[in-house]
């Protein structure tokens, strides 16, 4: 099996390694951590017993990656990057999450500890669901959004590429997300909202300039 590394040892790369690190064994040995990646200044340091190391540095087999950042246009320019060089994008799925059946998931998605994946849906490519969120039955979520801690994607739901969704927030059965659109803490979408849109609030209303 290729090496395994984390691409990000900020605050979510130490969450990965500590979720990881509480699965059951077979999942701990598939994802045995040899390295976080970082272009960073932290790239020649240590993390928790683990070398930090710029992309450029990297020696050996191309690697199985992950990435832990949640900025959806860094982890698009970071993912493109990667599988240039011939890098793999892998799914990370905790013990502890709630699996439906037939969910389609994408190459780099991460499906965090007392998640909720329903029967049917499909989640793109390197996506983050972090703890405790969930995705409805039929629902769509585009390639490198990142749903933050406790977000409900209700049935029926369409997001597009590239959404942030702040902690907490909820989107009503059958709505869409536009591409690039970002929800803030909290915030409950009753609506459809537009690309590139920035929302909050309960009910959620546009913030941005247009």
Not at 17 to 34: H, P, S, Y
Not at 137 to 145: I, L
Request: overall charge neutral.
């Amino acid at each position: 099996m290729k090496p395994f590394v984390i691409i990000g040892a900020g605050g979510l790369g130490r969450e990965l390694l500590g979720w990881i690190a509480n699965c059951r064994q077979e999942t701990q040995e598939r994802f045995k951590v040899e390295a976080f990646i970082s272009e960073g200044e932290d790239a020649g340091s240590v993390c928790h017993g683990i070398p930090v190391i710029h992309p450029d540095d990297w020696q050996g087999l191309a690697p199985r990656f992950i990435i832990a950042i949640a900025d959806p246009p860094e982890k698009k320019r970071i993912a493109l990057a990667m599988v240039g060089r011939g890098w793999t994008a892998e799914i990370f799925i905790h013990d502890s999450a709630a699996i439906g059946l037939a969910p389609r998931i994408g190459a780099g998605t991460v499906i965090c500890p007392h998640c909720r994946i329903s029967s049917d849906c499909e989640i793109g490519e390197h996506v983050l669901v972090n703890s405790g969120s969930g995705v409805g039955h039929d629902a769509v979520v585009g390639n490198y959004s990142s749903l933050l801690g406790a977000v409900s994607v209700n049935g029926n739901v369409t997001v597009g590429e590239g959404v942030l969704f702040g902690a907490g927030s909820i989107v009503f059965p059958g709505k869409k997300v536009g591409n690039w659109a970002k929800i803030g803490l909290g915030s409950v979408i009753l609506r459809n909202v537009p690309d590139n849109a920035t929302m909050f609030g309960n009910v959620a209303q546009r913030i941005d300039s247009r």
